[in-house]
T-cell receptor, first 115, second 115 residues
Framework: DVKVTQSSRYLVKRTGEKVFLECVQD?????MFWYRQDPGLGLRLIYF???????EKGDIPEGYSVSREKKERFSLILESASTNQTSMYLCASSFLWRNSNQPQHFGDGTRLSIL | GENVEQHPSTLSVQEGDSAVIKCTYSDSASNYFPWYKQELGKRPQLIIDIRSNVGEKKDQRIAVTLNKTAKHFSLHITETQPEDSAVYFCAAQKKAGGGADGLTFGKGTHLIIQP
């Protein structure tokens, strides 16, 4: 079974802090994704990566950056946290097969509060 | 970019009845349409998906239909049970260059099964 592990379930930080959210997958998936989930807005794509050191902006990348130094690990970075980044953050991964989309598997999420 | 509309936002049905959730998408390049179920406090779980070369797919009590011409797809749940109560998300995904692409989600439908 696919295992996507996010380092923290709950996190509280202060405005202006640099925040790191970590995600690890154990299935050797090529693709990894970061979404945020807000009530009434569904899930929105922040960034994704299809290979080590590769990254692509999603729909709402402003205020975020990402790092993928190893295939199994994908980090989301809030450069200078603001209160409007209080949200649930979900990591997902999928494998690439014959250039066709494959199901994404999600982690349990990190509920981040910025005070 | 892609835009996915989902209706209704809340759906209440009697146990044993059928439930239908509808989604429309805007980008004709989208070719993969998964449905996720999310129970309170848990990760989204894939329940069924369909690709653009298929019009219908069924898995026990769950079915999904796709109309590419009209750009809409629907989730059908028959013989609903209390454990079907959850938030359901539709999503659309297209291929982007040589790598993956993220999912664009609808805003979700809260399905309530009345005993």
């Amino acid at each position: 079974d696919v295992k996507v592990t996010q380092s923290s379930r709950y996190l509280v930080k202060r405005t202006g802090e640099k925040v790191f959210l970590e995600c690890v997958q154990d299935m050797d998936h090529e693709n990894m994704f970061w979404y945020r989930q807000d009530p009434g807005l569904g899930l929105r794509l922040i960034y994704f990566s299809y290979d080590v050191k590769m990254k692509e902006k999603g729909d709402i990348p402003e205020g975020y950056s990402v790092s993928r130094e190893k295939k199994e690990r994908f980090s989301l970075i809030l450069e200078s946290a603001s209160t409007n980044q209080t949200s649930m953050y979900l990591c997902a991964s999928s494998f690439l097969w014959r250039n066709s989309n494959q199901p994404q598997h999600f982690g349990d999420g990190t509920r981040l509060s910025i005070l | 970019g892609e835009n996915v509309e989902q209706h209704p936002s809340t759906l209440s049905v009697q146990e044993g009845d059928s439930a239908v959730i509808k989604c429309t998408y805007s980008d004709s390049a989208s070719n993969y349409f998964p449905w996720y179920k999310q129970e309170l406090g848990k990760r989204p779980q894939l329940i069924i998906d369909i690709r653009s070369n298929v019009g219908e797919k069924k898995d026990q009590r769950i079915a999904v239909t796709l109309n590419k011409t009209a750009k809409h797809f629907s989730l059908h749940i028959t013989e609903t049970q209390p454990e079907d109560s959850a938030v359901y998300f539709c999503a659309a995904q297209k291929k982007a260059g040589g790598g993956a692409d993220g999912l664009t989600f609808g805003k979700g439908t809260h399905l309530i099964i009345q005993p």
